[in-house]
């Protein structure tokens, strides 16, 4: 942006902030008198139109330059930082929202943003040896693996699928499969038990149990069903959560900032806190529910549908909000969402749609429903009403 034009910037600021003079004003004045389009995006800044915007662009302002100039203008001294930080969020995110009223004036483009092509994840994930070393995996590459002595894995298709010899070690090799945002994996353990993970997820595991017990460790979420086996029993490691397993499936969730969310589909699962504590038994279709702040547990009857769609290629929102939703979104199109208001967060949203199709699908029945407006810039969603 040239001087002149920055310049226009410093003075919609000083106006929105109450700071401008007589003779500010009158130049401000001229500015909009020379063509429409400026008379248009200064009313349009002052009707609050493009708060949208803010945040965005105070992130790409230089702090140290916008203090200078404060500085010299009202003679705010280096000891008075404390004063200036306080008025930060009044001056700088107007003149943010400026500046982007420039820009798009500049480019001829309107405010509201048309959606671009945001794919959906794919099946992909990384695999990291006991000896520390990694390897990329994807559905479409055949590949053997020597994964330790006696083991040996194949990825292929559909997922990747340990081999072992048979006989039971007690000194165990752990190998780690991850998933990144946008991205899923199935992987058949060395037991035939399976696991699907989705985006965002880890599951660390032994590349062959021992005779006494199968355990591995999740953060993420992932949809497990175990092999039956009375001699060794199967557990996983939640973050924060145990749950024992007695030959079943159910689909497993840390993503939750406040929870760990377990829901059974078939057979039985015990929840306990992962530092001790009471086991509590789950029959199918109920939820249960790690509080991370209490360590509290509690069991509850659900529509387990919502819970385990994501595995069957769909999302299925019951009356959820924004933020969960959006939480959702961005975790399998690997987008990162901004709201102009904490309140819209807590707007609510029921319906079902396919996991596979582009974003702007979702959007659009999002905001038919709901009344909010999305504007997508890359790998940003910024929501307002």
């Not at 500010?24 to 708060?51: H, S, T, Y």
């Not at 059974?264 to 015990?270: D, K, N, T």
Request: aromatic share 10%.
């Amino acid at each position: 942006m040239d001087d002149y034009k920055f310049r226009m910037v410093e003075m919609m600021h000083l106006y929105l902030s109450g700071m401008i003079t007589d003779e500010e004003m009158q130049e401000l004045q001229r500015w909009m008198d020379v063509a429409p389009e400026n008379r248009a995006m200064f009313d349009r800044i002052c009707e609050g139109k493009d708060i949208l915007y803010k945040y965005r662009m105070y992130k790409k302002i230089d702090h140290r330059v916008a203090y200078e100039r404060c500085e010299k203008r009202v003679g705010i001294k280096r000891r008075s930082i404390r004063v200036w930080l306080k008025y930060a969020a009044m001056l700088l995110l107007p003149l943010g929202a400026i500046f982007v009223m420039l820009r798009n004036n500049e480019r001829k483009q309107p405010v509201e943003v048309a959606t671009v092509d945001i794919l959906p994840g794919e099946t992909k994930a990384t695999l990291i040896l006991a000896d520390g070393k990694s390897m990329v995996l994807q559905h479409d590459t055949v590949r053997d693996i020597v994964v330790s002595e006696g083991v040996n894995a194949k990825n292929s298709g559909g997922g990747i699928v340990y081999f072992a010899d048979g006989n039971k070690r007690e000194n165990l090799q752990y190998n780690v499969l991850q998933t990144p945002r946008g991205g899923e994996y199935r992987i058949t353990l060395a037991d035939g038990s399976t696991v699907q993970l989705n985006s965002a997820t880890q599951l660390k595991f032994p590349v062959m149990f021992d005779k006494k017990r199968r355990e591995v460790y999740l953060t993420g979420e992932a949809f497990f069903e175990v092999k039956k086996d009375e001699k060794r029993p199967f557990y996983v490691i939640a973050d924060g959560v145990r749950i024992r397993v007695y030959g079943t499936s159910f689909n497993v969730n840390t993503h939750d900032r406040e929870r760990v969310q377990t829901v059974l589909v078939e057979g039985s699962i015990g929840l306990s806190a992962e530092n001790g504590g009471q086991e509590i038994r789950m029959k199918p279709s109920q939820l249960g529910e790690y509080r991370r702040t209490d360590a509290s547990l509690n069991v509850k009857n659900v529509d387990i549908e919502p819970y385990i769609a994501w595995k069957d290629g769909f999302f299925v929102f019951e009356n959820q909000t924004m933020e969960q939703i959006m939480n959702t979104l961005s975790l399998w199109y690997d987008v990162d969402i901004f709201y102009t208001n904490e309140q819209l967060k807590e707007l609510h949203f029921t319906g079902h749609v396919k996991r596979y199709e582009k974003i702007d699908n979702i959007l659009r029945a999002i905001k038919s429903a709901v009344g909010v407006t999305f504007a997508v810039e890359g790998k940003e969603i910024w929501i307002s009403k």
